[in-house]
C-alpha cells in the first residue's frame, strides 16, 4: 500500500513542485551532485580539508541515493542542496578550527545527561524542561545549525536569522508539524541537527528513503561509533572558551545506538522516557510519513506504520535486554513516565533529579510551572491520525508491546 498521507500542500509549494514534471524531471532543475556541492562549498568558504576518505564516502552515498532513490520532489530537493551546501561549510570551518586550535579537541564532556525515548513520549517537553536549570547546557537550533561565526554570520541574531530557513520554513511547507514540535531558532534542539554533520547519522533518513544507502551502511561497523566521535567534537566546539555545564542532549536515535553512546560517553547519565504504547506508536507513524511528505510525493504509510510498530518495539527490547543484561550500566539510567510527567510536572522532575542525582535548584518548581503556563498542550492544535491510516490496530500495538507495559508499569492513556 503506497499511499499519499491526507494532507494538502499549499498552492505556493505545489506549482514550484510542478516545474519539475514541466521539465521532464525535478533533477532538472535542482541537482544534487555531491562532487559539484563539495566544490562549492569549498568555494565559498576557501577551505578544503572536509574530513576523512570514510567520511567522504559516506557523504557521496548518500547524496547519490538520495538523488536516486528517494522520489524526492523539487522543494525535496531544493531543501536537501541547501542543507548539504550548508552542512559542507559548516564541517570545514570546524575541521579549520580544529587544526588551528588542537585544545578545542581536548575540552572534557563531563556526565552528560541524554534523553533517550520514542517519539512523542515526553522527550521534546522534558529536554525544554531541564534546559531551565542553569547547571545544564542544551545546544539551542541555531548553533546546531551555525556554531562558527564567520563574514556573513557574525552574531547570534544573524545566525537566529539564517537558521529559519531549516526549522521555520518547514512549518511554511507543512504547518501541521507545529502540532508535534514548536520550531524555533531559539530552543534547545536535538543531537540529529548537528549529527547531519556525518552523512550516516540519521537526520537524513528522516526525511529522504536511501534504500541503496541503508543496504551499504549496514556492512560499515565503524559508522555510528564514528558518528558519536563527531558528536563529542562538535560539544567540546561549542564549549571551548566558556563556562562548563553539564550537557543536556537529546534524541530518539539515542535509543537505537545505546552501545556507541556509551562508549563515547562512558559516564553519561541517560533519562529514558515512556508512554503508552497506543499514544506514541501511531503517532510516531503519522511523524516519520509527515516528514517525508515534506520532501518527497510519494510515502507508503504501511510501510512507516511498521516501522513504528516493530522498529521501536525492537528499540525498547533491546535497551532493556543491553540493561539487564549489563552491557550497558543500568545504574545510569533513569526511568520516567509520560503520564508522571504530565500529572505533576514539578514533582516528576524533582524525582527524576534524585535519581540522576542532580541538585535541585531553589525555586525551580515556580521556574517549572511558570514555563508550562506559557506553553500550554495543544497551544498550535491537536496532532490529528489514526491507526488504520497506517495499517495499524490497537489489538496489533497492545499485543506488539504487552512486556514493555508491563516492564515498565504503563498504564493506559485515555
Known amino acids: 500500500m503506497n499511499l499519499q498521507p491526507h494532507r494538502v500542500r499549499p498552492d505556493w509549494m505545489r506549482r514550484l513542485n510542478q516545474f519539475g514534471p514541466a521539465t521532464g524531471d525535478p533533477r532538472n532543475v535542482i541537482p544534487l551532485d555531491p562532487d559539484e556541492m563539495l566544490a562549492t562549498a569549498r568555494q565559498s568558504t576557501g577551505l578544503r580539508e572536509i574530513g576523512s576518505d570514510a567520511w567522504l564516502e559516506t557523504y557521496r552515498r548518500r547524496i547519490q541515493s538520495i538523488d536516486r532513490d528517494s522520489g524526492a520532489h523539487l522543494i525535496g530537493r531544493l531543501l536537501c542542496r541547501g542543507e548539504t551546501i550548508r552542512v559542507l561549510q559548516t564541517r570545514l570551518r570546524l575541521e579549520h578550527a580544529w587544526a588551528e586550535n588542537p585544545k578545542i579537541l581536548e575540552e572534557p564532556i563531563e556526565q552528560p545527561v541524554f534523553i533517550a525515548g520514542p517519539p512523542r513520549t515526553g522527550t521534546t517537553i522534558l529536554l525544554e524542561l531541564l534546559a531551565l536549570d542553569p547547571q545544564l547546557r542544551a545546544p539551542i537550533a541555531w548553533e546546531a545549525h551555525h556554531p562558527i561565526f564567520h563574514d556573513d554570520i557574525q552574531d547570534e541574531a544573524s545566525a537566529m536569522a539564517a537558521a529559519e530557513a531549516e526549522q521555520e520554513l518547514w512549518a511554511d511547507i507543512q504547518p501541521e508539524l507545529m502540532t508535534l514540535h514548536e520550531l524555533r531558532s531559539d530552543l534547545p534542539c536535538e543531537c540529529v541537527h548537528f549529527m547531519s554533520l556525518d552523512f550516516g547519522a540519521g537526520y537524513w533518513s528522516m526525511f529522504y528513503p536511501t534504500p541503496s544507502f541503508d543496504e551499504w551502511a549496514a556492512t560499515q561497523p565503524d559508522l555510528v561509533p564514528r558518528t558519536y566521535r563527531e558528536h563529542r567534537r562538535f560539544l567540546q566546539t561549542l564549549q571551548y572558551g566558556k563556562p562548563r555545564r553539564r550537557w543536556l542532549l537529546k534524541s530518539p536515535v539515542h535509543l537505537v545506538s545505546l552501545p556507541q553512546l556509551i562508549g563515547e560517553y562512558p559516564d553519561a547519565v541517560v533519562l529514558q522516557t515512556h508512554r503508552d504504547p497506543l499514544k506514541f506508536v501511531g503517532s510516531a507513524a503519522s511523524t516519520t510519513a509527515m516528514l517525508n511528505w515534506l520532501r518527497c510525493d510519494e510515502v507508503d504509510r504501511a510501510a512507516q506504520g511498521q516501522l513504528a510498530l516493530l522498529g521501536f518495539a525492537g528499540m525498547l527490547g533491546l535497551s532493556r535486554a543491553l540493561r539487564d543484561g549489563g552491557s550497558v550500566p543500568d545504574g545510569q539510567f533513569v526511568d520516567i513516565r ?34 508550562l503556563r506559557d506553553k500550554p498542550k495543544g497551544k498550535f492544535g491537536k496532532h490529528e491520525y489514526t491507526l488504520d491510516e497506517y495499517g495499524l490496530s490497537e489489538e496489533m500495538v497492545l499485543a506488539t508491546y504487552a512486556d514493555y507495559v508491563a516492564d515498565y508499569g504503563i498504564g493506559r492513556e485515555r
Not at 516528576?348 to 525555586?363: N, Q, V
Open 338 to 371: 509520560y503520564e508522571d510527567l504530565v500529572e505533576s510536572p514539578a514533582s516528576a522532575l524533582r524525582g527524576l533529579y534524585e535519581r540522576a542525582s542532580l541538585d535541585w535548584p531553589d525555586g525551580h518548581a515556580a521556574v517549572v510551572e511558570g514555563y
